[in-house]
């Protein structure tokens, strides 16, 4: 389809009209207590309120794609920058607008690139809820509040491997393989709370014959030099500053986990974002 299938006006389910036939997205980049946000141009619908820079999906692309395509049409940021590491959505019956938060290293000046933005600005985030904004952002900001950490995923790749009747016990070397390498193929987690999808940086820690498991793209490898357990915890502890999920059905580790700041959920969720 061609670019801009999507800019349509359509009603829905609420009764409600929208902006975009598919859908629409939206890119909030964080950094250092910091969100950007847009003030929107004063002839488009909540006129020099502020939002976040968006706009409606095409019929082939995702909410990531969007939400980066319309950023770098309504501003000079350099969207190559921004990290996605989590998306929130909000459904108004059939109609959905996704909220696309990305990580970024620093806060460049940024600026109008087209008429639908009038200017653009790094905002303290205990700061914008005092602001002029856009109605609809200032209803789903409570919620995205809670949504700034970037998310960590730590797997007990021992506990994982045993949840699974795979052979794991003839060759535990591949069946950690067979895990690593099933985490790299997931396109986003669902079911990772407080996203609706979530981008994590993930971490296997492995122990024993499965200590030699190599990392690939997008999948952190740590061999514990002794107990498993502890290795978990420690890596957990390191994140404490971020929204860290660990992988494991052990009852004891899952409460050591949890004294640390970490949420811990059971390997059959994992297990469904493999497809099983």
Excluded: K
């Excluded at 492995?206 to 190599?214: C, D, F, K, V």
């Amino acid at each position: 389809m061609a670019r801009g299938d999507g800019d349509e006006l359509v009603e829905c389910g609420l009764g409600h009209t929208h902006w975009g036939r598919f859908g629409a997205a939206g890119l909030l980049p964080v950094c250092d207590g910091q969100v950007l946000l847009q003030q929107r141009g004063w002839w488009t619908p909540g006129g020099n309120t502020w939002g976040l820079f968006g706009g409606a999906r095409d019929s082939d692309e995702d909410a990531v794609a969007a939400a980066l395509r319309e950023t770098a049409e309504e501003s000079t940021l350099d969207v190559s920058l921004a990290r996605p590491f989590g998306v929130v959505r909000e459904d108004h019956g059939g109609w959905v607008y996704e909220t696309v938060i990305a990580a970024m290293t620093s806060t460049p000046e940024v600026g109008p690139a087209n008429e639908e933005t009038d200017a653009a600005a790094w905002m303290p985030v205990d700061e914008v809820a005092g602001r002029a904004l856009f109605g609809p952002f200032a209803a789903a900001w409570p919620r995205l509040t809670g949504c700034l950490r970037e998310p960590v995923l730590v797997v007990d790749c021992a506990n994982v491997m045993g949840s699974r009747p795979d052979g794991w016990w003839r060759d535990r070397a591949g069946a950690a393989v067979r895990i690593r390498d099933s985490l790299a193929r997931v396109r986003g987690f669902t079911g990772f709370a407080p996203f609706d999808v979530a981008y994590p940086r993930v971490v296997l820690v492995t122990e024993g014959q499965t200590r030699r498991t190599e990392p690939v793209d997008g999948v952190e490898v740590v061999p514990a030099p002794g107990s498993g357990d502890d290795t978990i915890v420690e890596v957990a502890a390191g994140f404490a500053d971020q929204a860290c999920l660990v992988v494991t059905a052990d009852r004891e580790l899952r409460a050591r986990c949890a004294a640390v700041g970490a949420d811990v959920i059971g390997p059959s969720w994992l297990l469904d974002q493999f497809g099983r």
